[in-house]
């Protein structure tokens, strides 16, 4: 059976990534491979969100942030002695009690953190305008990137009104996330949109969640995502979020 890694399972359609958030431990686990879960590829150069993310941040999050979660979820997995233990990202709660809680929250939490960070980079595309100055003094500037569909856009404007509502929402939903998480725009089996937020590196997809949904965009608001460039100026960080959205993702997520 073919091996299933994030970086194969990322499809193309319409141009841009989708991710199969579909990872079954077991699965990977019985094709006994030492190291199944691998590093997906930075759909840009780390200094391609300059200047709003940094290119230090961004290789310091990409190759030892997201790398460290690789790495220990594949230790976890060889912990695992028992094949016949089945799990995926969403069912996380059906995890054995035969398992460690150490090992349980192990799973959890770098399996989370690989998910995530997988959906998050291709979420990003290079801003429009390069030469702007970021200056802790004055507030970052939004340049007018939207590019939502018909569908999202409409789903947007009859849930949240306007686009610039949307984005005042989500923002509050991201600095309300208190010490580290991620807030998501997410929609639900009849494509109604929501707006929420997980801590740590929970998603909307796992059963461990209150939170739930499919998610079209989600924002890492940990601080190890902006704090070499904005130290505790979350808000800063957000503003600049909005202008690196890929819109053409989040349409093909909603779409699908
Ligand atoms: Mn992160």
């Known amino acids: 059976m073919k091996r ?18 579909n990872i079954n431990i077991s699965e990977l686990f019985a094709q006994n491979t030492p190291n199944p879960f691998v590093l997906p590829p930075l ?8 200047p709003y993310f940094d290119a230090t941040t961004m ?9 460290a979660y690789v790495n220990n979820l594949n230790s976890a997995i060889k912990s695992i002695q028992d094949s016949s233990i089945k799990t995926d990202m969403a069912s996380l709660m059906k995890l054995p009690d035969k398992l460690s809680k150490d090992l349980q929250t192990k799973i959890r939490n770098n399996l989370g953190g690989h998910a995530n960070h997988s959906f998050f980079w291709p979420s990003l595309t290079p801003p429009i ?13 939004i340049q007018d990137r939207w590019e939502a569909n018909d569908n999202l856009e409409k789903a947007i404007i009859a849930k949240f009104n306007s686009p610039e509502n949307f984005r005042t929402l989500f923002s ?27 801590s740590n590196q929970d998603n909307p997809l796992m059963d461990v969640s209150s939170f ?13 995502a902006y ?3 904005y130290h505790n100026r979350r808000n800063d960080y957000i503003n600049s979020y909005w202008n690196l959205v890929n819109w053409k993702q989040a ?6």
Do not use: C, Q
Not at 251 to 256: E, F, G, K, P, T
């Open 4 to 21: 299933r890694t994030f970086l194969e399972s990322l499809s193309m359609l319409g141009g841009t990534m989708l991710i199969d958030w």
């Open 43 to 50: 759909p840009y150069t780390v200094n391609a969100l300059e």
């Open 59 to 67: 290789e310091i999050h990409y190759t030892k942030h997201h790398m």
């Open 129 to 141: 305008n390069k030469n702007v100055v970021i200056d802790s003094k004055v507030p970052i500037p």
């Open 172 to 198: 509050k939903a991201a600095l309300s996330v208190f010490g580290s998480g991620w807030a998501w725009l997410v929609k639900d089996s009849k494509n109604n949109l929501s707006i929420g937020t997980t």
């Open 212 to 224: 739930k949904g499919i998610p079209i965009l989600g924002l890492d608001v940990w601080e190890h």
């Open 227 to 229: 704090y070499l460039k």
């Open 251 to 256: 349409n093909n997520l909603y779409n699908s």
